[in-house]
């Protein structure tokens, strides 16, 4: 039996992302992640296929963790990968 599947894969990527604390692995793994780029937030967050649903919930959870509840700061963090969406802010 293939255990290589996007969906097997998806899983590990997904117990990896949990663990992420910093933005410089989140910039790693979207780089790393050809299907991501040029998606909006909230495209990706649509994108139960490719797990960018996970990567937008814990990216999100770490930028609102690191904010502090700054709105500005968030947006900064947010722009470091979603460069020119403006839907999460």
């Known amino acids: 039996m293939k255990k290589n599947t996007i969906l097997d894969d998806t899983t590990l990527e997904n117990k990896t992302l949990e663990s992420y604390t910093t933005i410089k692995q989140f910039i790693n793994f979207y780089e790393n992640h050809p299907e991501y780029e040029g998606k909006?937030?909230?495209?990706?967050?649509?994108?139960?296929?490719?797990?960018?649903?996970?990567f937008c919930k814990f990216y999100g959870n770490l930028v609102e963790k690191k904010s502090k509840g700054d709105k500005e700061y968030a947006k900064i963090l947010m722009r470091i990968i979603f460069v020119n969406d403006t839907a999460y802010y």
């Open 40 to 54: 909006s937030f909230s495209e990706l967050q649509n994108d139960t296929i490719h797990g960018g649903d996970y």
